[in-house]
């Protein structure tokens, strides 16, 4: 897999990884500080080798002020990362290519029909519903509560999954980052994902199973510098960049 294509891939990951989780706007409470997840992966198809597995983020950490978020995500020695603001509507998804910075901007337009999209597409093929239960644990230092999320599939399969959330975290710039939210209270500090990779032409897939924890919360103050785009960065609008890219895949096949 190329590094370009990798590097977008481990984007789309996060977003799978994280598409049950939500920063619910109901609350009042307001965040200040880092949290750092930290993943895992089972997968039992022979046709998904160890060496792919081991190249997966095994970190994610969020930089939370208020409305403003970054979050960085940390794979083979390679630093990406997001940065939001929710106040503004307006997301950075920025790729570090050889010695260029290349910030892919999202404004509200681009983030409404994405969101749109994604819930059209699974409200086709699952319905879930979230059963809040009164069991706690202790996760990175904070109480937390579960629910279970009952998720019922097109093809009659239903699964039962628990997340253990807080709702002491919060960030509307979160909101932009993670993206189609189950509006589950609070933040999620640990939770399972499904993620399907497609093998080839002809459709076949393999399933990896991710499981997510909060590591380490830290509250403390975060300077606004944090969340400022490189200056050295080209900015790019997300619908050009997809423009680009698919030019690239058509050029590469011929």
């Not at 897999?1 to 994280?18: C, E, G, P």
């Not at 570090?96 to 404004?107: E, G, L, T, V």
């Not at 189950?182 to 897939?205: H, R, T, V």
Request: charged share 25%; proline share 2%.
């Amino acid at each position: 897999m190329q590094m370009k294509n990798f590097l977008l891939f481990s984007f789309l990951l996060f977003s799978i990884i994280f598409s049950n989780a939500t920063y619910s706007q109901k609350t009042n409470k307001s965040f200040e500080g880092t949290i750092t997840y930290e993943n895992t992966y089972l997968c039992d198809d022979k046709r998904i080798d160890l060496q792919f597995l081991n190249m997966l983020p095994k970190t994610q950490t969020f930089f939370i002020k208020g409305d403003k978020a970054k979050l960085i995500v940390e794979n083979i020695g390679i630093g990406n990362s997001i940065i939001a603001d929710g106040n503004a509507k307006i997301k950075y998804q920025l790729e570090y290519i050889a010695d260029s910075i290349i910030a892919i901007k999202y404004i509200e337009s681009d983030l409404v029909e994405m969101q749109k999209k994604q819930d059209s597409i699974i409200s086709k093929q699952i319905k879930t519903d979230v059963k809040y239960t009164n069991d706690k644990k202790t996760i990175a230092g904070y109480e937390c509560f579960s629910a279970i999320i009952t998720a019922s599939h097109i093809n009659g399969s239903v699964s039962n999954d628990t997340v253990w959330f807080n709702e002491e975290m919060f960030s509307t710039g979160m909101n932009l980052i993670i993206e189609n939210p189950l509006n589950i209270k609070g933040s999620q500090m640990e939770f399972s994902s499904k993620m399907e990779i497609p093998l080839n032409a002809q459709g076949d897939i393999a399933s990896i199973i991710i499981f997510s924890k909060v590591k380490e919360i830290t509250k403390k103050k975060i300077s606004d510098e944090v969340f400022e785009i490189p200056k050295k960065c080209k900015v790019i609008a997300v619908k050009e960049y997809i423009k680009q890219m698919q030019l690239e895949q058509n050029n590469a096949k011929k």
